[in-house]
């Protein structure tokens, strides 16, 4: 994080890798004895005795997870650049590089600022407009309690020593931090702590760091020796020749998608004037300016071989962050992840896609231990160390769906690319998610159905539990395991294997509960009919079946989308950062575009808490960081996610272009989204809410289907065939949703649709098609 202060400049240093503790296991072996009185106790409905026995056997008596930590802070100490005139400060999403410029009598300062990918060192160009005028002081801050700041007599500044104990687990990473400056003329000095720089023409900084981790079990690597040899690489490069290597390292990605959607005179203003005005004026560039920041902010914390991004993406800068900084996996990790396919950043995926697969090897220990269980699992929070017991307390904490809905990134994944190969190797997560169920689920005493016993619906409590979270059944879990099981299925079927095992899965799917709808129309969020349609709770975990799953559709399934709007409409729009940019992406999904949009309007809030808050709503700080409050990067990628949704949808079995296209967005242009099955929208322009014309092209081949909101053919003149039956493409297999169970006492409603057309166009694989308008 630069800073761009003018008199004293903070660079806060953070490494994916620096982490409080060291490789450890947070189950409770406890659980196993009380299990089936755990279970008794909810099925009877007492739910709060139960609560007390699960925070005593089931809820961690260890770690309840490590602390993503800063480094610290170099900072650079200008002496009397105090009264300075011309100020700016730039971070230019495009080139992923900052700049700050400021004057100070006829003399301009200037610094630029990158994390260069390619050369792995944090680099800083200081120029000014007259030669001999840099002169400052560079030291060290941090809120590390081991580190040691020194000065070399090689004239570099270090930081070095280990993370910090917490939660019983010694702290254990080792990191190491390098500064090397190049000078155009002046002199450069050491003394015990500092750097100081007099007089130079230009100064180049550049910044190193590294740790012992190596993965979640093995910290034996060497940080000395990785600081120095990456500082050692890249202190031969100049700042003009980094500079055009990360570039283009960063631009690989970020160019594959451009979203226009129209500019106004707004853009002449700074970030902070446009975020507090854009309620008020129309600025639509903002919006594509947040989108890509979203992809920006992806794209520099998510790198390939990495660590996955996680609650602050890279950018804590506390030693106790929120949540600790590290992985809630019953939604907000998640969220980080919805843009990375579809805005065209698959690679991006990997770091979490590795986390997914380190927690299908730790999480069998805790599926056996705990339960008793065959398989793996997963509760609402991992860390670097990828634990998978369960933490914090019943309420939030025994959530078991975390490792059901994380492989679905895996099978995502595979959606996108078509790569059996890569399906094979994820299908054993696949299958260990779906085992431990098999062997996790319990027969209901009343309704007979399938269920997870103990299960929650993610923190939400209800007055019907006396306050507990716990219950049976509850219908995300539900949804999370009828997809599971749906996708397994499809995967076996697909490499051919374990037939008698896909079987059994099939089985138990018929017996899971279905979704249903209850008293005030709304879709349960229990197994009983108890929701409270004052309830404004954030989470509304029971809408996965509406987004990021495909089980609730407007066209598919009329009933069970009206009951979601119904659900969305009872919870209200006021919500914490991350839960506005869920709504956006279901509000798509029910294709209603002017609410996605409201939704976004809201999220464009600027927001200056930054302690934590619960009510009130979230927004946006200055720097467009996501508020929950606090900040939490979870929101930046949820509405990224969502805008896209706005533009097009690929999970309901077709290809469907503008389902949900705000009437503040009459036309523009996007290029270089992807759906599943391969295909990419190279490019498509709308004009008065009006598809004018499509370029897409088939990476794999197969039929596409596609739904457009007005008619349309081939650029050639030739119509495009009319949709008829199921989809061919087995990509867009959509599995069956069994009835739902509906409430004598509930109305529904559902709207007629707006009127669309649907084309199937059989492609092949490399093959481009233009369409345009009729
Ligand atoms: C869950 C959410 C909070 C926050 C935290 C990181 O506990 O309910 O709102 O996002 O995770």
Request: with cysteine.
């Amino acid at each position: 994080m630069i800073y761009g202060n003018v008199e004293k400049e903070i660079i806060q240093l953070n490494e994916h890798t620096v982490w409080s503790g060291s490789p450890n296991r947070n189950d409770n072996s406890l659980s196993l004895d009380s299990l089936n009185v755990i279970r008794q106790l909810i099925f009877e409905g007492k739910q709060k005795e139960a609560e007390r026995i699960v925070n005593r056997v089931i809820i961690t008596k260890k770690s309840h997870g490590q602390k993503f930590e800063p480094v610290g802070s170099l900072q650079l100490a200008f002496e009397g650049h105090d009264n300075f005139s011309n100020y700016y400060r730039e971070l230019d999403i495009e080139r992923a590089v900052t700049k700050t410029s400021y004057t100070i009598g006829d003399i301009t300062y200037t610094r630029e600022a990158l994390a260069s990918f390619p050369d792995r060192v944090v680099i800083m160009r200081l120029t000014t407009s007259k030669p001999g005028s840099i002169s400052f002081t560079a030291s060290f801050t941090t809120p590390q309690k081991r580190a040691t700041i020194k000065a070399t007599p090689q004239k570099e500044l270090t930081i070095f020593g280990t993370t910090s104990d917490h939660e019983t687990v010694k702290g254990m990473v080792n990191y190491k931090s390098i500064v090397r400056m190049k000078l155009e003329g002046g002199s450069l000095n050491a003394n015990d702590t500092s750097l100081t720089v007099k007089n130079a023409n230009a100064v180049t900084i550049y910044i190193s760091i590294a740790t012992n981790f190596n993965n979640y079990k093995d910290i034996s690597g060497d940080e000395n020796k990785r600081a120095t040899e990456y500082l050692n690489k890249a202190f031969q490069k100049s700042y003009a020749a980094i500079l055009p290597a990360h570039i283009a390292a960063y631009q690989k990605y970020f160019n594959r998608v451009k979203l226009d959607l129209g500019t106004t005179d707004a853009v002449k203003f700074p970030t902070d004037e446009r975020l507090k005005n854009f309620n008020s004026t129309n600025d639509p560039q903002f919006v594509t300016l947040y989108y890509q920041f979203g992809r920006y902010l992806l794209i520099s914390s998510s790198q390939p071989g990495g660590q996955a991004a996680n609650l602050q993406g890279i950018w804590n800068d506390r030693i106790n962050p929120p949540w600790d900084s590290k992985y809630t996996i019953n939604i907000n990790a998640e969220m980080n992840y919805w843009p990375a396919e579809k805005t065209n950043l698959a690679e991006l995926h990997e770091p979490f896609l590795q986390m997914v697969k380190d927690m299908s090897v730790a999480g069998q220990q805790t599926a056996k231990d705990m339960y008793g269980a065959r398989g793996w699992v997963a509760h609402h929070n991992t860390d670097i160390w990828r634990i998978t017991g369960a933490i914090d307390g019943a309420n939030w904490g025994a959530f078991n769906g975390s490792g059901g809905w994380t492989s679905q990134h895996l099978w995502e994944h595979y959606l996108y690319n078509g790569d059996k190969n890569f399906l094979a190797s994820i299908y054993p997560v696949l299958k260990g998610a779906s085992t431990f169920y098999i062997d996790y689920l319990v027969e209901h005493p009343k309704y007979h159905w399938l269920v997870v016993n103990p299960d929650e619906s993610p923190e939400n409590t209800s007055p019907a539990h006396q306050g507990s979270a716990l219950d049976a059944g509850v219908t995300m879990t539900n949804q999370i395991i009828f997809e599971l099981f749906s996708t397994t299925i499809k995967a076996a079927e697909i490499l051919k294997k374990d037939f008698t095992f896909a079987d059994t899965l099939k089985q138990m799917r018929k017996r899971l509960p279905p979704m249903q709808i209850g008293q005030h129309g709304q879709l349960q969020e229990w197994l009983d009919d108890i929701d409270d349609p004052k309830d404004n709770h954030r989470h509304i975990s029971h809408l996965y079946g509406l987004f990021p799953s495909n089980q609730i559709s407007p066209y598919r399934t009329p009933q069970l989308s009206s009951a979601a709007k119904t659900t969305l409409i009872h919870r209200g729009d006021v919500s914490t950062g991350w839960s506005m940019g869920w709504k956006v992406n279901w509000w798509a999904r029910l294709l209603d575009g002017n609410h996605a949009y409201k939704l976004i309007r809201n999220q464009l809030s600027p927001v200056s808490t930054t302690g934590t808050r619960y009510e009130g709503g979230g927004g946006t700080y200055n720097n467009l960081f996501d508020a929950h409050p606090p900040f939490q990067i979870d929101g930046n990628f949820g509405c990224t996610s969502g805008i896209t949704e706005m533009l097009m949808q690929s999970a309901n079995g077709e290809v469907h272009l503008f389902p949900a296209l705000p009437d503040a967005w009459p036309m523009g242009s996007i290029k270089g989204i992807k759906a599943i099955g391969g295909f990419e929208i190279v490019s498509m322009e709308w004009k008065d809410t009006k598809l004018v014309k499509a370029v897409i092209k088939s990476h794999l081949g197969g039929n596409l289907r596609l739904r457009v909101p007005n008619e349309m053919k081939l650029n050639n003149g030739t119509a495009l065939k009319k949709a008829l039956g199921e989809n061919k493409n087995p990509f867009y297999h959509v599995e069956e949703i069994p009835a739902p169970i509906i409430s004598p006492k509930a109305t529904i409603t559902t709207p007629a649709l707006k009127e669309s057309f649907i084309y199937d166009i059989p492609s092949q694989r490399g093959q481009v098609f233009t369409i345009i308008s009729k």
